[in-house]
């Protein structure tokens, strides 16, 4: 064989090795750069709690949620918010953030100056039921979101969560994940104060 046949067959089974390579190489190379994006997240100190939500300033999304069965508490509608601040807290008795952050929504309750609304996400309503019975039951109203649908129209990204809504109808703030006393004190509670005194959203 000559000189250039050999290169060209050299050539040749060279490209499946650069081509394994490169197919070894390319999730390597994914998983490091997510890795960078989550150490710079970590790094830049941002509260990822406080995550934006395009309804901040807009009219809350229409809701209308029959009551938890057996609670004797009142569902919730949109037409709930008017005229007064209103926390609500997408929740489930499965959910075992939820369970952590109960304590604090019990404390919450004890403020007379707004309403605290539940949004029961996906629950069996007896296990609903046996969950605040254990914990204690800090919700003015509870709606049953059954199937999802309206935790989607609120933009929820995961249980628990918590809107605070003006006396006007807009969204004022949203927490992502279980409420902390930091959280409380330096996040929610300002904001609390901004909707009670009328200062508008943004």
């Not at 994006?37 to 300033?57: C, E, H, K, N």
Request: aromatic content about 8%; proline content about 8%.
């Amino acid at each position: 064989m000559s000189a250039a046949g050999e290169k060209s067959t050299e050539k040749s089974a060279d490209r499946p090795a650069r081509s394994r390579r490169i197919l070894f190489l390319l999730p390597l190379a994914v998983f490091l750069a997510l890795s960078a994006v989550f150490l710079m997240q970590l790094v830049s100190g941002r509260d990822t709690s406080l995550v934006p939500s395009a309804l901040i300033g807009k009219p809350a999304p229409q809701t209308e949620l029959a009551a938890l069965e057996g609670s004797g508490l009142p569902g919730l509608s949109t037409a709930d918010f008017i005229g007064k601040v209103t926390l609500v807290n997408v929740w489930g008795s499965w959910c075992v953030p939820c369970r952590q952050e109960h304590p604090l929504l019990m404390q919450l309750a004890q403020d007379g100056r707004f309403e605290l609304a539940g949004l029961n996400y996906k629950d069996k309503p007896e296990n609903a039921r046996r969950f605040l019975g254990d914990l204690g039951n800090p919700f003015d109203r509870i709606g049953v979101d059954a199937s999802g649908r309206t935790a989607i129209d609120w933009g929820v990204y995961g249980v628990p969560e918590t809107f605070l809504v003006g006396p006007d109808g807009t969204i004022r703030y949203k927490h992502v994940g279980p409420f902390t006393p930091e959280s409380i004190r330096d996040d929610l509670m300002p904001a609390v104060e901004k909707a009670l005194s009328g200062v508008p959203a943004g």
